[in-house]
């Protein structure tokens, strides 16, 4: 059984992406990640990306390293770094979505994933967090919506 690396980050754009430029990101993303045998899912709202990768240890590594040079973001933070045994995202080289702006809650105790992911630093949160949008992603995708 081959051990894989389970990473997610977040980060904050240091400019305002219009849709060409998050394409161009994804394109080369995509290809990259082919090469490298790296799958997940790009998140963006705002100003801030989250990004779910798996791969091998030693290729995670690489980009991540690639990732903290980037230029056209900052602030990486990684949420969570830890072992698997089997891939979430085997479909996707790269998985995107552009999410809307969040909405206002106004109910106690009813949560909004993308700011846990971006703001929280408690792993158990964090964890339930990326956990909701994984499966959200694919009901999504799945769903062709």
């Not at 849709?19 to 799958?39: C, F, G, K, P, W």
Request: charged content about 30%; cysteine-free; aromatic content about 10%.
């Amino acid at each position: 059984m081959t051990v894989l690396k389970y990473l997610v980050y977040t980060s904050q754009a240091t400019f305002e992406p219009n849709d060409e430029d998050l394409q161009n990101i994804l394109t080369s993303s995509r290809r990259n990640n082919a090469e490298a045998d790296i799958t997940g899912i790009l998140l963006f709202r705002g100003n801030r990306f989250i990004q779910f990768l798996e791969g091998s240890p030693e290729r995670i590594d690489a980009l991540m390293t690639v990732l903290n040079d980037d230029p056209r973001h900052r602030d990486v933070r990684v949420l969570i770094e830890e072992s698997a045994a089997h891939r979430r995202f085997t479909d996707w080289r790269m998985g995107y979505r552009k999410l809307g702006a969040g909405r206002p809650y106004g109910g106690a105790g009813i949560r909004d994933s993308f700011s846990d992911l971006t703001q929280e630093t408690d792993y158990s949160i964090l964890s339930r967090a990326a956990t909701e949008f994984s499966l959200w992603f694919k009901v999504k995708e799945g769903a062709g919506i």
